[in-house]
């Protein structure tokens, strides 16, 4: 699984890459993810839906990460625009 | 008295700025440095001078339309390849659409009629400036709004601020949009049955040279 977040002026950056089969890697995972959260970003899950169609999920915590994600992209919270 | 206590006073001045002259122009060059290692944060330093790298958002918007294409689906891309905008279904009773401009409000609009609904007003700023801009690259920014209206609609609605269509688009740019959005999708309809009459146009020779 792979961590991404958005950077302005740079496109996205890996944060954190990792095995969650691996306890080691999934606590990095874990800790990274949390860092993102607690900086105010939000996560989404690309994903796939039956018939090939491309969807995003929003998730809050690690726990509602799909264990066969393979990628959680890191972006700004939304706010209200002028 | 007066007279040469001013003169005094010139003389001490034109002193103090001879012996510190040095020193006050050190200063400025480094002011003029820090300001501009925060406009450019990006610059090369280049013999001890900060620079501005022009290529440096042309390289951040590649990346960030590898991204986009990799997470949305062929359609999608190549309408923001081809086009500049998404157009993304509404998800509440459908019967509408957004288009999703970069760095510009959601438009909601009716695609059966072209009628425009309303601008709805959203950012993703990041706060922590890594890089001394808050704007994401323009595709991310496509990007992130494509992913916040598939995954939660209503939450990206509510955070934003709506206003009647006009406020931020011209409309007549978006009227001509829309018209090349409709003649976008007429081509790829018309290139999509060419692709599936081929094979069959294909599969009949075959047969009539195998018959003869």
Known sequence: ?82 | MILALATAALVLAALLWELSRERVRAGARRLAGRAARMLWPGGEREQGEWSYDPGRERRAELRARALMRSCVNEEEWAMYRDLGFLRVAGGAGGGYAYLVYPHRPLLAYVPDTGELLSEYCVAFPDRSRPYGSARLPDADDVLAKWMALRADERALIADANVHLPGRQLDPERVARDLGRLVAWDDARDRGARARTRAPARAGRLAGSVRAA
Do not use: N, Y
Not at chain 1, 3 to 21: F, Q, S, T, V
Not at chain 1, 34 to 60: K, N, S
């Open chain 1, 1 to 82: 699984m792979k961590l991404l977040r958005m950077k302005p002026g740079h496109g996205e950056i890996l944060l954190a890459e990792g095995d969650l089969e691996v306890p080691e890697q999934e606590r990095e995972l874990i800790e990274a993810f949390r860092g993102e959260l607690d900086a105010g970003m939000w996560a989404a899950v690309p994903t796939q839906a039956p018939g090939g169609r491309r969807e995003a999920e929003l998730v809050r915590s690690f726990a509602e990460v799909p264990r066969d994600a393979e990628r959680v992209i890191f972006f700004p919270r939304a706010a209200g625009g002028r």
